[in-house]
């Protein structure tokens, strides 16, 4: 195999990455505060397969990272006393036993205990670092766009929103959740508002992913016929030196 081939297999490989994530991209459209993602990629110079005179350099494609693009999701009413909709560039502070998760999923609910907890169980955190704990004998509970958990007249904790300076420290962990990768502490979210009865959905446009999803398949079409014109060449090549000795 050549210098050629081993470079378009190579970005074969990226782009069937790449199609993988357009294809979760619009599998979750409808996710709760799902944030469309996107491959990255580089290049990454290495020596040729083979060279006949003076040698050229060859540069690979190589899947660098995958990107998160955390822009605003639309917020829609849903009227549930626990649906918590972001707005702003802060995150819900939930607690697992792998440790402190964010997420901008808010659909929450009570436990049998009366504490607020995500879908699958996991505490939601207050201010401090502590639980949220609803008493249904108070009557109502209302959620102030601050976070201010009360029932009638009795405050009942604050809910703790977290933002990073940089969002690149957040690693995807599964459940719609993210971890800090790094050791720079969350600050504080003063500006970003909760909305009660709401919730954020996925910021991903249905229209420009499946544009995307169709470039993409088109350009792995087209290497794949570049390489099999390219090895094509190569046997022709072959045969005709053959024939010469």
Same mark, same amino acid.
């Given at each position: ?14 782009? !069937? ?12 459209? &409808? ?40 822009? *605003? ?19 819900? $502070? ?6 402190? *998760? ?20 996991? @505490?939601?955190? +207050?201010?401090? +670092? ?15 766009? &601050?976070?201010?958990?009360? *029932?009638?007249?009795?405050?009942? +904790? ?28 969350? *600050?504080?979210?003063? &500006? ?20 995307? @999803? ?11 016929? @570049? ?7 190569? $046997?022709?090549?072959?045969? !005709? ?5």
């Amino acid at each position: 195999m050549d210098n050629a081939l081993y470079v378009g297999l190579s970005r074969q490989l990226t782009l !069937r990455r790449e199609l993988d994530i357009v294809a979760n991209n619009i599998a979750n459209m &409808d996710t709760t505060g799902f944030k469309v993602e996107s491959l990255m990629v580089e290049t990454e110079p290495a020596a040729p397969a083979q060279t006949f005179g003076a040698p050229r350099p060859v540069k690979f494609v190589l899947d660098r990272s995958v990107g998160r693009d955390f822009g *605003q999701g639309t917020l829609r009413s849903t009227g549930a006393t626990f649906d918590l909709g972001l707005q702003g560039d802060g995150f819900f $502070r939930i607690q697992t036993a792998a440790g402190e *998760q964010y997420t901008r999923d808010g659909r929450f609910h009570m436990d049998p205990d009366g504490r607020l907890v995500t879908e699958d169980g996991q @505490m939601l955190m +207050g201010e401090g +670092g502590g639980e949220i704990v609803i008493d249904p004998k108070l009557g109502p509970v209302s959620i102030a766009k &601050d976070g201010t958990v009360s *029932q009638g007249r009795e405050l009942l +904790g604050k809910i703790a929103v977290a933002r990073f300076g940089e969002l690149s420290v957040l690693e995807k962990v599964g459940e719609n959740r993210y971890r800090n990768t790094s050791n720079a502490q969350p *600050q504080a979210a003063p &500006d970003t508002q909760i909305h009660q009865g709401m919730l954020e959905g996925s910021n991903v446009k249905p229209i420009a992913e499946i544009t995307r @999803m169709i470039e993409v398949t088109r350009a792995y079409e087209s290497m794949a016929k @570049m390489m099999d014109s390219n090895a094509e060449l190569s $046997r022709r090549s072959i045969e !005709r030196m053959g024939k010469l000795n």
